[in-house]
């Protein structure tokens, strides 16, 4: 019997038929309603949508069936990865399907604004002729502020160059020789931009950081008569403050594509004929919804199959995988990448990724994959996928690099990351496949790397670990498990401590002040 397929949003034609030409049986409903869809989604091995059906735990949880959600687009802000993940549930997208057609409906908001086509165009359709009106300024010469850098910033970077603007930017996760290339000078800090630019435009993805970014403290900076843009993601622009700006005439235009909650038909910039306004066009041309949706098309046939997707947003193992595969090593390969990352406390320049035993002969990419989101993640970036793991490294100023070795000491198979001569070595044990940290910093362990973690570097000597236990003892801080670890001829010592509660910085400087270690970190996995 052929797997199952529900398309809920429109798609293009080209999708569903390839759907069908793998053998899939495809129903599309489309305008269902919430109950509707729960009512329903059982009978389904794989969902597709686009970005208005909400896929939380609920509806997961009545696909009981469900194997794959496939978004046929780029943001996947209407799925809970998270629960997907609990469930065994495989989430993927398509993520460059769209992103000439965001750049360039983004170029078309800034001619827009920049001409007042849309004022313009209001005003003759009223029967009127006020060219005087209508004075607008050119895009030569001025300064484009990118906030950043990535597929759709860089393509946007691109088409402004040709029209001869000076192209700054600000991304935080975005190495300067990387933005030299394009063509851009890179910022450190986002108010060392907003006094120069004359125009704006965001291409963030949404995470806490992100949300409410420009608000009256930002806006106040910037230029008089400034041109902002935002056909990225809602809510960077906090928009209540937006508009009393556009009001004030400091802000001299706005083109926005994306709202907090849509549909929209009001909000404090309608009133303006200076706002060009439209809904969620970013993705809407045909090119793009084509190449979508024959591109998840191919996706859920993957996940269904059992064969890697190369655009999970969470890869989880299939009931056909056996317990060394690469797959079954991506929460430990996240885990070594958050790892490097907190003990480093920047991203690393070189990074070798260290497959061993019986990995040797898999595909790394799912593996590479993993460290960088570990890495990522952690500071609140976007997932990365086997699929761009290189190129967000390199973009990230990441040397990442992979190698496949035999031996793996007395383990069946073993994944270690170098992160600039920081090593972390680990490997995956037990029914529930449990990733274990077999190796750090040069010395030999055998510990469960979960939750809240301590680790200590010190010259060894005794009463070192009664001091650790009673400062942890009367900060109410619980230990877990524990392990001290030792090199031959060096009187050094590793402690790895996995502990209950959160610890605080002021007990944190307590342990510093009292066993003086050469390193302490304070992690959370």
Same mark, same amino acid.
């Given at each position: 019997m052929s797997n199952k397929v529900l398309v809920s949003e429109k798609i293009a034609d080209a999708g569903v038929e390839a759907l069908r030409e793998r053998g899939l049986a495809v129903d599309v409903r489309l305008g269902l309603s919430r109950d509707q869809l729960i009512d329903i989604i059982g009978e389904y091995d794989a969902l597709v949508v686009r970005s208005a059906t909400k896929v939380d735990a609920e509806l997961l949880d009545a696909g009981k069936n469900l194997k794959v959600?496939?978004?046929?687009?780029?943001?996947?802000? %209407? $799925?809970? $990865?998270?629960?997907?993940?609990e469930r065994g549930v495989i989430v993927c997208n398509a993520p460059t399907s769209n992103i000439v057609s965001a750049a360039e409906h983004?170029?078309? /908001? /800034? /001619?827009?604004?920049?001409? %007042?086509?849309?004022a313009a165009d209001k005003s003759m359709k009223a029967g009127e002729w006020r060219r005087n009106d209508f004075v607008g300024t050119e895009l030569y010469q001025k300064t484009l502020a990118i906030c950043g850098l990535g597929r759709v910033g860089r393509l946007v970077a691109e088409r402004a160059r040709a029209f001869g603007m000076d192209i700054v930017a600000y991304d935080p996760y975005c190495a300067?020789?990387?933005?030299?290339? $394009?063509?851009?000078r890179l910022y450190d800090s986002i108010d060392d931009i907003l006094p120069i630019a004359d125009f704006i435009t965001v291409h963030m993805p949404k995470t806490p950081e992100t949300q409410g970014m420009f608000?009256?403290?930002?806006?106040?900076?910037?230029?008089?008569?400034?041109?902002? +843009? %935002?056909a990225a993601c809602a809510g960077v622009y906090d928009i209540k403050s937006l508009s009393d700006f556009v009001a004030a005439g400091k802000i001299a235009a706005v083109g926005v594509d994306m709202w907090m909650s849509e549909p929209v038909s009001d909000s404090p910039l309608h009133e303006f004929d200076q706002a060009t306004l439209t809904p969620h066009l970013g993705a809407s041309t045909k090119e793009a919804l084509n190449r979508a949706g024959v591109q998840i098309a191919e996706y859920v046939y993957l996940g269904l199959s059992g064969s890697l997707v190369p655009t999970a947003l969470n890869i989880v193992a299939s009931a056909d995988d056996v317990v060394d595969t690469a797959t079954s090593y991506i929460p430990a390969c996240q885990i070594l990448g958050s790892m490097a990352l907190q003990m480093r406390g920047e991203l690393p320049a070189k990074l070798k990724l260290t497959a061993a035993g019986t990995l040797a002969d898999k595909d790394l990419d799912v593996l590479a994959a993993?460290?960088?989101? #570990?890495? /990522?993640?952690?500071r609140g970036n976007?997932?990365?996928?086997?699929?761009d793991a290189f190129s967000v490294a390199r973009r990230h100023g990441v040397d990442l690099q992979t190698f496949l070795v035999g031996e793996s000491d007395e383990y069946s198979s073993k994944v270690s990351v170098n992160a600039d001569g920081l090593t972390v070595s680990c490997t995956v044990s037990g029914d529930d496949q449990q990733p274990r940290i077999v190796e750090l910093l040069g010395?030999?362990?055998? $510990?469960?790397?979960? #939750?809240?973690? +301590?680790?200590?570097?010190?010259?060894d000597g005794p009463g070192r670990m009664g001091i650790i236990g009673t400062v942890l003892g009367n900060a109410g801080v619980s230990i877990n498990t524990m392990q001290i670890a030792k090199k031959a001829f060096s009187d050094m010592a590793l402690v790895y401590m996995n502990v209950q509660q959160d610890v605080p910085a002021q007990v944190l400087q307590e342990l510093r002040a009292k066993i003086n270690p050469k390193n302490l970190w304070y992690i959370k996995l």
């Open positions: 959600v496939g978004r046929a687009g780029v943001t996947v802000d %209407n $799925i809970d $990865i998270a629960a997907a993940t983004t170029m078309a /908001l /800034l /001619l827009a604004c920049a001409r %007042n086509i849309a300067a020789d990387r933005a030299e290339q $394009i063509g851009v608000g009256p403290e930002e806006f106040s900076k910037m230029k008089d008569g400034v041109i902002l +843009l %935002n993993g460290v960088m989101d #570990g890495m /990522l993640s952690y976007k997932r990365v996928t086997p699929a010395y030999r362990t055998q $510990i469960d790397a979960t #939750g809240r973690t +301590l680790i200590f570097e010190y010259v």
